[in-house]
């Protein structure tokens, strides 16, 4: 167990819909990462949040957009959602920005299947 | 940008036996860190070792040891020992020293056979 948790752990839902997937980090952690992982795919970095701000950007869709709150979690929305927005949704956490190495600990990802 | 490739899908080693999964990867960084991952079947991502690429000795974790050939950009991954819980997929992973993003391969799924 990493520490970080995600809920929920199983999402279906349609196309076009919108849905909210939650991360708490570990204690002590100020640092949250969302990742995509697709089918056959490695993970695909999305955004950073650090102490609620956002911190870094990689490939993220402007349907999807995130948040992180003042007790550090964060949430990660999909909107109209689309057949290829199916897959596995992971978070990590660290301790520091990014300045210097800070190890990422993983959570156990939340499935989403839009049909 | 930076790519890392895993040109191995699949692969397989009896129990007990070694295996080496291979990764390359382009950058234009100097300092760098380097990963492999593993995921089982239960998703859950798993760091299985790090190297610092300002570092020439190669990094080990037990059974599991890697081959960084920085000029080469080849960072391959051996597994000494082969047990039935190394059945997984493995990504290697790539990060600028300044650190806050992954940029994974496409995974090596290997399977230990008894």
């Known amino acids: 167990d990493s520490g970080v948790t995600q809920t929920p752990k199983h999402l279906i839902t349609a196309t076009g819909q919108r849905v909210t997937l939650r991360c708490s980090p570990r204690s002590g952690d100020l640092s949250v990462y969302w990742y995509q992982q697709s089918l056959d795919q490695g993970l695909q970095f999305l955004i950073q949040?650090?102490?609620?701000?956002?911190?870094a950007k990689g490939n993220i869709l402007e349907r999807f957009s995130a948040q992180q709150f003042p007790d550090l979690h964060s949430e990660l929305n999909l909107s109209s959602l689309e057949l290829g927005d199916s897959a596995l949704y992971f978070c990590?956490?660290?301790?520091?920005?990014?300045?210097?190495?800070?190890?990422?600990?993983f959570g156990p990802g939340t499935r989403l299947t839009v049909l | 940008a930076q790519t890392v490739t895993q040109s191995q899908p699949e692969m397989s080693v009896q129990e007990a036996e070694t295996v080496t999964l291979s990764c390359t990867y382009d950058?234009?960084?100097?300092?760098?860190?380097l990963f492999w991952y593993k995921q089982p079947p239960s998703r859950q991502m798993i760091l299985v070792i790090r190297q610092e690429a300002y570092k020439q000795q190669n990094a080990t974790e037990n059974r599991f040891s890697v081959n960084f050939q920085k000029a080469a950009k080849s960072f391959s991954l051996k597994i000494s020992d082969s047990q039935l819980g190394d059945t997984a997929m493995y990504f290697c992973a790539f990060m600028k020293n300044t650190g806050n993003q992954f940029y994974f391969g496409t995974g090596t799924s290997l399977t230990v056979i008894p």
């Open positions: 949040y650090y102490n609620g701000e956002e911190r």
């Open positions: 990590a956490s660290s301790v520091g920005a990014g300045a210097s190495y800070n190890e990422q600990f």
């Open positions: 950058t234009s960084e100097s300092n760098y860190y």
